[in-house]
C-alpha cells in the first residue's frame, strides 16, 4: 500500500522532482555551508514553490544548526525533519459521521477541478464498499450537471440535480434527504465556482451550508476546498477569500501532476493554516490521493 502510494506520487510530481531533487542536491555536495550555500538554498526552494515563509523558516533554522560545517549526510535528515514538521500529519483523515450519512461539501472555483475530485472521491468510498449520493448544486450551468451525472453514472453511485438555474440549497437540500430516506453513507456536493457576483457566490455557499447542518445535525463533516496547484500564490488567494465564508475543514490540492509547484503545499499550510487532506495526481479516477506528508517528502526527496 505504502509503495503503490509512493510510486504514483513520485510519477504524478515528477515535475516537482525535478525541482526538489535541485534542492536535494545541495546536500550532496561538498564543502562548507557559508552565506553563498544558504542564499543558494534559498534561491531553490524558492523556486520550487514552498513559499517566502516556509522558506525563511529553514533557511534560519539550517543556518542556526550548520553555519560554518561541512555538508554531511546529516544536513539533508535535518532538512527532511524541518519540512516534516510543517506538515503535521495530525487531522489529515476525512472526518466521518459516527451514524447517519457523512456530508462533504466542496467549493472552489472553476476550473480548479472540483467536480472531477468528487468523482474521485466517490470512487473511492465506493470502493470501500460505501453507498454514496452526489449532489449538483451546480445549478448554473446545464453542463457541470451532465459532467457530474456521467461520472455518477460510471462510478455506480445516486445522483440529485435540480433544474438549470434553479436554487443550489433546494439541491444540498434534497441530496440530503435522499441519503436519510435510503440510509446513503456519504454525501458530496457539488457547487458553483463562479456566480454574477464574489458576494452572490459566498452567499449561496453559506445558505447551502446552513441547509445542510439543518437537515442533518453535525453536518457538513468536511467543507474541502479545491486549488488548483498550477495557480500557486493565485490559488492563496482564492482560498482566504473563501475560507472568510465558510469555515473550511481542508484543501484538495489538483493538478499535481500538470505542474513544478507541488512546493506549494508547505505554503498553503504556512499561510492558511488548512490541512491538504487529498492531492490530484491525473485525469482519472484513480488519480486522488490521501495526502501523507511522509510519503510526500519521501517521493519528492529520495531518488
Ligand atoms: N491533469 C489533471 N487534470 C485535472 C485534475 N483534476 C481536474 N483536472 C482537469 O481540470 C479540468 C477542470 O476540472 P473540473 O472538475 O471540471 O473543474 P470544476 O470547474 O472545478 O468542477 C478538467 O479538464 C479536469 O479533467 C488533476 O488532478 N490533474
Ligand atoms: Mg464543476
Redesign the pocket.
Known sequence: MFLALYERLKSGLARTRDLFSDIAGLFTGKGRIDRNFLLEMEKRLLLADVGATATREIVKQVEAAFLDKEIGPDLAGFVRKILLAMLPSEKLELSRASEGPTVILVA????????????KLANRFRKEGKTVVVGAC?TFRAA?VE?LGTWAQRIGCEIVKGQTGGDPASVAHDTCEKALAKKIDVVIL?TA?RLHTQTHLMRELEKIHRIVQRKIPGSPHEVLL?L??TNGQNALYQAGQFSKTVSCTGIIL?????TAKGGFVFSIRQNLGLPVKL?????GLG??EPFDPETFISSLLDK
Open positions: 472552489g472555483v472553476n476550473g480548479s477541478g472540483k467536480t472531477t475530485s468528487i468523482a451546480d457541470a459532467q457539488d465556482g479545491v488548483d496547484g489538483t493538478k499535481l501532476d500538470g492531492v490530484g495526481v491525473g485525469e488519480d486522488l
